[in-house]
């Protein structure tokens, strides 16, 4: 099905573009997590069948009534269902195939999956994968015009492709002073929950920051440089004024960095 390009308001009133992901690219990403999950299951299963230390059909005389089987079952459904829970939200709503894939799961407003929207799309999965192999999520993706399954539509969420980064393309000015600074994300050590606190209208300010940074004269950029520091590094927790002028523009490209992987999308 061909990709379609979508437009959103933020509640900061900032317009965004995205392209939706369609059913081949959420099917071939969920095959590989399911790949991921079946192997660990079945290593779960051999560990618990080997640590018992006899056959199987032994083991399942001496333990069907006990509590080991029943363990072992809720264990592993809680496994399989927390996965694409807490991996699409501590992750920036990616899991594994979806990174290799190149899509993600955000809010319809244009903001990171937040841990109830998460909660909420993971437990309709239970609902999509009925009356098997996924029906009711295949026939969804497959129709709705923005590509939803049940459980995107319940939760407002939607599945977007991520910016596409070009091998061998030339570095920006901006990527070179970044780069001669020494400057990577590890300048600013930001916890994920941090990173999610952050609104489409912060990744405006900093982006402006940034687009502007070599532009301006010095005592324009030190200005400007302390404007955004105090909100924007307020924000994160840090005490910007007893930092350097220097200090202050490294810990705002670091920002940048985050909140670029967070934010820039292939439009």
């Known amino acids: 099905m061909q990709q379609e390009k979508i437009d959103i308001k933020t509640p900061e009133y900032v317009s965004l573009q995205f392209q939706t992901a369609g059913l081949g690219s959420r099917a071939a990403a969920f095959l590989i997590d399911q790949a991921l999950l079946m192997a660990f299951n079945i290593a779960v299963v051999l560990i618990v069948l080997f640590s018992l230390g006899s ?8 333990y069907a009534e006990s509590y080991v089987l029943g363990f072992l079952i809720i264990g ?25 894939l190149g899509i993600r799961v955000m809010q319809e407003n244009g903001h ?36 939803k399954r049940l459980g995107d539509l319940v939760a407002g969420t939607i599945v977007i492709h991520e910016r596409k980064v070009k091998k061998g393309k030339k ?40 687009a502007r940074f070599l532009q301006l004269p010095e005592n324009e950029k ?9 909100i924007l590094l307020t924000k994160a927790g840090v005490e910007w004024h007893t930092h350097t002028e220097a ?8 920002l940048y960095l985050h909140l670029k992987e967070e934010w820039e999308f292939e439009m």
């Open 55 to 62: 056959g199987f059909e032994v083991w399942m005389i001496r």
């Open 76 to 100: 592993l459904f809680v496994v399989n269902w927390g996965y694409f829970f807490v991996y699409e939200f501590f992750s920036g709503g990616r899991t594994l195939g979806k990174k290799l």
């Open 112 to 147: 990171s999956i937040t841990l109830l929207s998460s909660l909420i799309r993971n437990l309709i999965r239970i609902i999509d994968m009925l009356p098997g192999f996924y029906f009711i999520g295949i026939v969804m993706v497959f129709f709705h015009k923005q590509h």
């Open 171 to 210: 570095s920006t000015p901006l990527e070179t002073e970044i780069k001669n600074r020494g400057v990577g994300k590890e300048t600013l050590a930001l916890g994920d929950w941090t990173i999610k606190s952050f609104s489409a209208k912060d990744w405006k300010l900093i982006n402006t920051y940034a």
């Open 222 to 230: 030190t200005e400007l440089t302390k404007q955004v520091a105090a």
């Open 247 to 254: 200090e202050l523009e490294n810990s705002l490209l670091a």
